[in-house]
């Protein structure tokens, strides 16, 4: 007689939540296409390369494009989604490098994920209501 | 059950051993310049909330080298991603009007001309026709 419990048929199969995961990572990867370049290009790097002026990037202009009710759009855009788009390649890159797989390790992902996300979030929410 | 199925020895150097492989590992390896991007994000929207002088200092340390070559690093990986996203789309989801399909190289071209659409807007956005006036 066995009792071992893997041998017990389930009867309802578990539902995968990869499909989340992967909706995030596949939407973060359009963002990270078609934002990235502009932003990388014009603010991170537009001085160093001359493309813009630091009066172009002056705190005005910059307070007002930010946190106009528009910039919650490119705090999802350029920092959420991507942010799942990563941690979501990083999670199964670990596990093709044979450094970590499991539960820990997806938590770790998707939890940093989220924590940076909620971060991002409450940084722009905090300075949008204040300047109303 | 007490069978063994035999397993395949796998060691972590699998992705070294074929060209496609390694093609694999490094759009993967894309998000790392990624998160940076993302880190530089984070700081200066936390700069832009705390003030103009805290601003001013952000900007002063997008300038330093070492910052200027990740994000370099960050845009050419951004845009090697595009580039293997984009080819993509037409696989995917192939655009079909009537009994014709459109041509996978029109969309990609379509989808680089997005790109650069949004940076021209980004540029219009940050005052660059009235800067080079």
Known sequence: MRTNKQDTPQTTPRRSDEPIWWSLFSAGGVCVAMLVPAIALLVLLGIPLGLVSAEQLNYQRLQALVFHPLGLGVVLGAMVLPLFHAMHRIHHGLHDLKLAHGRLAKWLCYGSAVLLSSLALWLWLTVSMASG | ?133
């Open chain 2, 1 to 133: 059950m007490s069978r063994k199925p035999y397993q395949p020895p796998m060691p972590a150097s699998w992705w070294l051993k074929h060209p496609a492989y390694r093609f694999y590992m490094l759009r993967e390896a894309t998000v790392v310049p990624l998160l940076f991007f993302v880190a530089s994000l984070l700081y200066g929207l936390y700069a832009l909330g705390q003030g103009e002088a805290s601003w001013l200092h952000y900007l002063a340390w997008l300038q330093q080298p070492w910052v200027i070559a990740l994000n370099s690093l960050a845009l050419v990986a951004s845009l090697f991603h595009a580039w293997t996203f984009f080819a993509l789309f037409p696989q995917v989801m192939p655009l079909r009007f009537g009994s014709r399909t459109l041509p996978a190289w029109l969309m990609v071209s379509a989808q680089w001309a997005g790109v650069l659409l949004v940076i021209l807007a980004l540029w219009w956005l940050l005052g660059g026709v009235d800067a080079h006036q």
